[in-house]
């Protein structure tokens, strides 16, 4: 079970991905505003696979409330993400239809599509060996949100799966990162 808090809060994602699940982030922001704990003019959100959805997510649906976006290793089209999992086998479409939802209610659930609504940085990481989430859906996000005109900043690694394994790879992504933080929140960036 997620965090150990039984069934019912795992069963709670279902089908929630950029819904219910999303206005949680959304809450738990507002909360760390509201409560003085983050300063509203600092507040980046960045996660990884699934997170770096949700992070997408964030500043699509709430533009206003995020300085910058990081995804790394994320997947952004959800109807791709139905369409390779119901392809792969049985258990693959019944995952899809039971956690995602029906494939034709998630365009307005997907990042991608969703591109004309962020209005901040974003800074996109991928590796092209990823099997999770593959490195496709990086390079979508990245053309819809030139397309919007969002500034986007990327940094693919054709032989990287779903992580920087490489030393090399992983100081290049932290130090890249600290550059894109300190631009748009301020702060030290790497030596």
């Known amino acids: ?10 069963d709670a994602g279902a089908q929630q991905w950029g819904a219910a699940m999303q206005d949680d982030l959304t809450d738990a922001t507002r909360w760390a505003i509201e409560t003085g704990i983050a300063d509203p003019a600092r507040i980046c959100i ?5 997170g770096a959805y949700a992070a997408l997510m964030g500043v699509a649906r709430e533009p206003d409330l995020y300085r910058c976006a990081v ?3 994320g997947v952004y089209d959800l109807e791709l993400v139905h369409r390779d999992q119901s392809q792969g086998s049985r258990s693959g479409r ?11 209610t998630l365009a307005s659930r997907s990042s991608v599509t969703l591109a004309d609504r962020i209005k901040t940085p974003v ?8 099997e999770r989430a593959p490195l496709v859906h990086s ?23 779903h992580g920087f394994y490489t030393e090399p790879h992983r100081r290049e992504f932290y130090t890249r990162l600290l550059a894109f933080l300190s631009t748009h929140l301020g702060g030290a960036v790497a030596k």
């Open 139 to 161: 390079e979508r996000m990245e053309r819809a949100l030139k397309r919007a005109g969002v500034p986007v900043e990327t940094l693919y690694y054709p032989t990287e799966g």
């Open 1 to 10: 079970m997620p965090g150990n808090y039984g069934r019912a809060h795992r």
């Open 123 to 130: 800074f996109l990481a991928a590796g092209g060996q990823d």
């Open 71 to 73: 995804g790394y290793f």
């Open 46 to 50: 960045y996660g990884a696979s699934y």
């Open 94 to 104: 019944t995952w899809a239809a039971e956690w995602m939802g029906a494939r034709d």
